[in-house]
């Protein structure tokens, strides 16, 4: 097995045949444990991860049977989306689940244990969330207090179309994190793509909040968006998320999305780019400094992709920014 081509491979944890250092390895990144093989043959482990204490998101092989006995996470969530082979786990109010490649994972609950059984071919994307940065996400969207954890499902079938985007935007994110001079080292970035998965998450695999998620959001008037327009004006050089203005307005976020979609036609962070594109338009054309590097400009207000700001720039005014500097010099 080439350990440099698996998922995260620019985040290397370990890579070892020793049971004991495997076992250390994942408690650290993940949650104590205890880590048996089926037998005395050969093991080869890879762990890779990232993130921090909010998200971690790794890849976990240990190419070969072996049985993970695991007690509640407490602070913890896992998300455990098998990418390869297959795995059965039992939680201990009864519940079991068999996981196959691309096709089903497990989501292990703050306040259960549980085990895994892992076949020798078995690979697995897993997520790790904090209860604070799941359940203040949860709350975000639903525009409620959340008390206790979020009751999930044990099973998650990746097979229905919002498994689907869920498999895929963890393994997006995978991607994006292990890119060398690519997101990783971006706070604002990062938040928000966790807060994507996240939202996935919570979409796909059936909990306590799902029916609430499936009904139509309410919306709200052009009033009540005044002033989340008003914050945006007033810091849109900063970051600013769709938490954050939700917040502001005092409402859901999903109560935001429909009332920008229904009244504005637009999303929130759409709107706010618009602000943000219209700041770098006037900078161009007052900043008479010979040295400005539009780049850098750009990227002050967000922008930090120069070949689609660009293409969004001459989408949205005709002509490329070096062209606004050029006719304004």
């Known amino acids: 097995m080439n350990a440099t081509s698996k998922p995260l491979n620019n985040f290397p944890v370990l ?10 390895a994942v408690s650290d990144v993940y949650l104590p444990h205890q880590l048996t093989r089926a037998s005395a043959g050969p ?5 890779n991860a990232c993130g921090n204490r909010g998200v971690t998101i790794g890849y976990l092989t240990y190419q070969a049977e072996t049985t993970l006995r695991m007690p509640a996470p407490e602070e913890f969530y896992h998300l455990n989306l098998t990418t390869a082979g297959h795995t059965f786990g039992a939680r201990e109010d009864g519940r079991r689940a068999e996981t196959g490649a691309g096709a089903s994972g497990l ?3 703050p306040d259960r244990d549980c085990t895994v059984t892992w076949s020798p071919d078995a690979e697995q994307l897993i997520l790790r969330f904090s209860r604070t940065r799941l359940e203040n996400h949860a709350a975000d969207l639903l525009g ?3 008390g206790e954890p979020v009751e999930f499902d044990f099973g998650v079938d990746l097979t229905t179309a919002r498994g689907r985007s869920l498999l895929a ?6 991607a994006e994190m292990n890119r060398v001079g690519g997101i990783a080292d971006n706070p604002l970035i990062v938040e928000q793509l966790e807060s994507f998965v996240m939202s996935n998450l919570l979409l796909a695999v059936p909990n306590t909040y799902t029916n609430t998620l499936d ?19 007033a810091n849109a050089d900063e970051a600013i998320s769709p938490a954050e203005l939700a917040r502001v307005g005092h409402m859901s976020i999903r109560t935001l999305h429909a009332s920008f979609q229904q009244v504005l ?11 943000r594109m219209e700041r770098v338009r006037t900078e161009l054309i007052s900043n008479p400094d010979p040295e400005l590097k539009i780049t850098d400009l750009a990227a002050r207000w967000g922008f930090y992709h120069p070949s689609r700001f660009a293409a969004r720039y001459r989408e949205t005014y005709g002509e ?9 010099r």
């Open 265 to 275: 036609q637009t999303t929130p962070m759409d709107y706010l780019r618009r602000i």
């Open 320 to 328: 490329l920014p070096s062209e606004t500097v050029l006719r304004h």
């Open 43 to 47: 093991m080869e482990m890879t762990l």
């Open 107 to 109: 989501l292990l609950m």
């Open 169 to 174: 935007s963890a393994e997006f994110m995978a």
């Open 15 to 24: 890579h070892t045949r020793d049971l004991d250092q495997a076992r250390e």
């Open 215 to 233: 009904a139509p959001a309410p919306t709200v008037n052009l009033g009540r968006l005044k002033p989340v327009v008003d914050f945006m004006e």
């Open 144 to 146: 409620q207090n959340i």
